[in-house]
């Protein structure tokens, strides 16, 4: 069967998470990166016949509003889904009940939803390696189940942990800055998902379009952009008993 994958994977953990399901569900002649700022997505279309693999991070229990909102212009065309939120063991609280309804309103069909951990994309100590070989395989046993799911004639709605309304997105942020490292080679600027790096001066950073993706830290070749140290300790300080067990993968079917 053919796959359709939709991703917003600014640092790749939440991509190579729909990669391992996708190896399994079949071939994947279009991809959809929510995290590219120059597409028009209100252009993109997938097939009725193809299966959609929705993937994205949990920021703070939600759908990153950016995610969101790019993947509400998309046409579904009653498509099936598999919705996929991937966190950095935490929690993903109302991310996938969020991500099922922006799927089905811009009129897909969801019939799996997957919980995936990846390593922290700021605190690189939780989560870390993941996902692993036990991710991994439990990725692919979900996938056959997936796989035998599709064989039915009927698809009765899901039911997903989270709430509705959901809760309250979080205000704080964390704001990479460039340091004397920096070249202004623009790497950063060119593949910021926002556009909040200047093009001119990569040293700068509009604080107010800044969605914290750490996209920027991740690719600059002269690793030359970093946050406040202090907060970033202060913030794995106050989530460290939420990370310290492991959490494992999850499959809605």
């Known amino acids: 069967m ?4 939709i991703t917003f994977s600014p ?8 990669d391992i399901l996708i190896e399994q569900l079949g071939e994947c002649p279009a991809t959809i990166d929510l995290a590219n700022s120059n597409t028009d997505f209100s252009g993109c279309s997938v097939p009725s016949d193809n299966i959609a693999v929705i993937a994205v991070p949990s920021y703070g229990g939600r759908v990153p509003q950016t995610a969101a909102a790019r993947l509400s212009a998309i046409k579904g065309n009653h498509a099936k889904a598999v919705i996929v939120c991937v966190y950095g ?3 993903y609280e109302d991310t996938l009940a969020e991500l099922q309804d922006i799927a089905e309103g811009c009129g897909f069909q969801t019939i799996a939803a997957v919980a995936a951990i990846a390593e922290h994309s700021i605190m690189h100590q939780y989560a870390a390696g993941r996902p692993d070989g036990e991710d991994t395989s439990a990725l692919n046993n979900f996938a056959k189940k997936i796989q035998e799911k599709l064989t039915l004639n009927d698809f009765p709605p899901l039911h997903l942990p989270g709430n509705r309304p959901y809760k309250k997105q979080g205000s704080a942020k964390l704001v990479p800055k460039a340091n004397s490292a920096c070249i202004r080679c623009g790497k950063c600027a060119i593949e910021c998902p926002v556009a909040a790096i200047d093009k001119n001066d ?10 914290s993706c750490m996209r920027c830290v991740a690719i600059c070749p002269n690793k030359a952009r970093h946050t406040n140290k202090a ?3 202060a913030v794995s300080m106050a989530i460290k008993k939420a990370c310290s067990e492991r959490k494992e993968c999850e499959l809605y079917i």
């Open 11 to 18: 640092t790749g953990g939440t991509k190579r998470i729909a």
């Open 202 to 211: 990569p040293r700068l950073t509009d604080s107010g379009k800044c969605i």
């Open 231 to 233: 907060l970033v300790s």
């Open 89 to 91: 063991n935490r929690a």
């Open 2 to 5: 053919n796959c359709t994958q």
